[in-house]
């Protein structure tokens, strides 16, 4: 089963200190393996240093983004589609509204993007890897929201997702960090 599109929490057994309180957005996952971004690890560098062309297409917090610890050099784009059909050259569609935007290509004025959001590095997992972490307890696969990817708070999201889910997992959104300081 892929879950091109959907998000992958942290459980507290995700045992690797790169995914710990993580939500991952995942742009790819097929027999191939899974390829996604890092949505809540924002840095301090501003985005208009990392793609300039593109610093004005930046929603808030204006900053790049840890997408994980896989060619940290590289970035990738995410946002929702733009309003002009000329954008669509520089857009890749994952799950309803929601790309990849190609960085190579300037944007233009009247695109109307409503907001990019660029990840510098990726998360990346051999074929058959993901299934053996999901089923080892490692991560939830869960339906994103339209408002994960350009959060306003990105600090917060890996308890709001989890909010957002019954039974067990929304239990987690409280969880301490240090469950023996509890």
């Known amino acids: 089963m892929s879950h091109l599109g959907r998000l992958l929490v942290a459980t507290p057994l995700i045992g690797d200190p790169n995914f710990e309180r993580t939500v991952v957005l995942l742009l790819t996952h097929d ?4 390829f996604g971004v890092v949505l809540n690890r924002p840095t301090d560098v ?20 840890v997408g994980g610890p896989v060619g940290p050099q590289g970035v990738v784009g995410l946002a929702h589609r733009a309003a ?10 994952i799950v309803g509204d929601l790309g990849t935007v190609d960085l190579h290509q300037d944007p233009e004025p009247g695109d109307g993007w409503g907001g990019v959001r660029l990840f510098g590095g990726s998360a990346g ?7 053996d972490e999901i089923l ?3 991560w939830w696969t869960v339906d994103a929201a339209a408002d994960d990817v350009l959060t306003h708070d990105p ?4 308890a709001r ?3 957002r889910q019954r ?4 239990w987690f959104a409280n969880h301490p960090l240090d469950p023996s300081a509890n």
């Open 31 to 34: 027999d191939d393996g899974a």
């Open 161 to 163: 997702v989890l909010r």
């Open 46 to 65: 501003p985005a208009g240093e990392v793609v300039a062309a593109w610093a004005g297409e930046v929603a808030a917090p204006g900053v790049l983004f």
């Open 167 to 170: 039974g067990a997992a929304g």
């Open 125 to 131: 997992w051999a074929p058959g890897q993901l299934e």
């Open 84 to 93: 002009s059909p000329d954008a669509e050259r520089r857009f890749s569609p």
């Open 136 to 138: 080892e307890g490692a």
């Open 155 to 158: 600090d917060g999201l890996w």
